[in-house]
């Protein structure tokens, strides 16, 4: 009586049989996944000729280490801080809606032909009586509300633009370095190097009218608090 045991290795000629049997099956098969395999090698070869060329330029942006207190109440022109959640925390405002809002409109990119498809169908034509309505609605409505329906218009209509500098927009910190490297990727070669030094140039710009902002502030507290000491001893 054979003991034959669960998970037994098979006999030389077995095996030798079942090598064989594979060989002879992908010898059959053989034309099929070479066929597969020039499929997926041409679509690739299309996909790269067809593919419109991309470039990629990046400017970077120095975090310095550096703080600067005036007043005990209130900091006033600080240096940024440098702790990894704060500097991270500055890459998420470079690549924020705000600073490419601000960007559009310094640059007026609504005025530039690459984004000429951003104002086709947005814009309502003022002639017939649809223009007139329009017309005297505006002219029934306080200055102030027209002013406040300009600007959402004005906003709506950069919208598109926003969201397309944003898609092709990269952030990120450059390992754990004070360095923030931003890219952005164009057809155009000198539009990307545009667009990211036009950035890097935002935030800066965005930097300053903040730190001007709290200095204001502090003027004013600080008047504000002279003026009651100054009572106070009169």
């Known amino acids: 009586m054979t003991d034959q045991r669960e998970g037994a290795l098979p006999t030389p000629s077995e095996a030798s049989f079942d090598l064989r049997a594979l060989y002879v099956r992908f010898r059959r098969r053989l034309p099929i996944f070479m066929g597969v395999v020039g499929a997926i090698m041409l679509a690739v070869i299309v996909f ?91 002219a029934a409505k306080p200055a102030t509300t027209a002013q406040s329906g300009t600007l959402d218009a004005r906003r709506k209509a950069i919208e598109p633009i926003v969201d397309a500098i944003q898609a ?5 910190r450059a390992g754990l370095t004070y360095v923030i490297e931003v890219s952005y990727s164009s057809p155009d070669p000198a539009f990307a190097a545009k667009i990211a030094n036009a950035l890097a140039e935002q935030y800066l710009i965005d930097q300053v009218e903040s730190k001007v902002n709290v200095t204001r502030g502090a003027n004013d507290w600080l008047t504000s608090r002279l003026n009651e000491l100054k009572a106070q001893v009169e």
């Open 48 to 138: 790269t000729f067809i593919q419109p060329k991309g470039y990629t330029a990046t400017a970077s942006v120095l975090i310095e280490p550096r703080r600067t207190t005036v007043l005990a109440q209130a900091d006033v022109m600080q240096g940024l801080p440098t702790d990894t959640s704060s500097i991270d925390t500055q890459v998420e405002v470079i690549g924020s809606r705000s600073v490419a809002e601000h960007l559009v409109e310094r640059l007026q990119l609504d005025k530039d032909p690459r984004f000429s498809w951003a104002s086709k169908g947005a814009g309502e034509t003022e002639g017939g009586l649809g223009g007139m309505m329009r017309s005297l609605g505006r």
């Open 168 to 172: 092709n927009t990269r952030v990120r």
